[in-house]
């Protein structure tokens, strides 16, 4: 794998890292601060599923991630 792909990799591996990290964080606080501002239960299965969605695109990249160092392995 060339120093530019490695690059690639280890950037692609903190933008994931940060969106797992920033989605929990703003998940947590959606969930604390529904209730507080009165918000009904739907909106709490907005923040839900906004989480959901992110938490899976980070586990897309990951399993690209994956892919690609193992496909630099074979070669």
Same mark, same amino acid.
């Given at each position: 794998m060339t120093d530019k792909?490695? #690059?690639a $990799?280890? %950037?692609k591996g %903190?933008?994931?890292g940060l969106v797992i990290a920033g989605t929990m964080v703003l998940w947590i606080a959606a969930q604390w $601060?529904?209730?507080?501002f009165g918000l009904p239960g739907r909106y709490a299965l907005l923040f839900d599923f906004a989480a959901l969605a992110a938490l #899976?695109?980070?586990m897309v990249n990951i399993y690209q991630m994956r892919r690609a160092r193992a496909a630099s392995r074979d070669t």
């Amino acid at each position: 794998m060339t120093d530019k792909e490695e #690059i690639a $990799l280890a %950037r692609k591996g %903190r933008m994931v890292g940060l969106v797992i990290a920033g989605t929990m964080v703003l998940w947590i606080a959606a969930q604390w $601060l529904a209730p507080q501002f009165g918000l009904p239960g739907r909106y709490a299965l907005l923040f839900d599923f906004a989480a959901l969605a992110a938490l #899976i695109w980070a586990m897309v990249n990951i399993y690209q991630m994956r892919r690609a160092r193992a496909a630099s392995r074979d070669t």
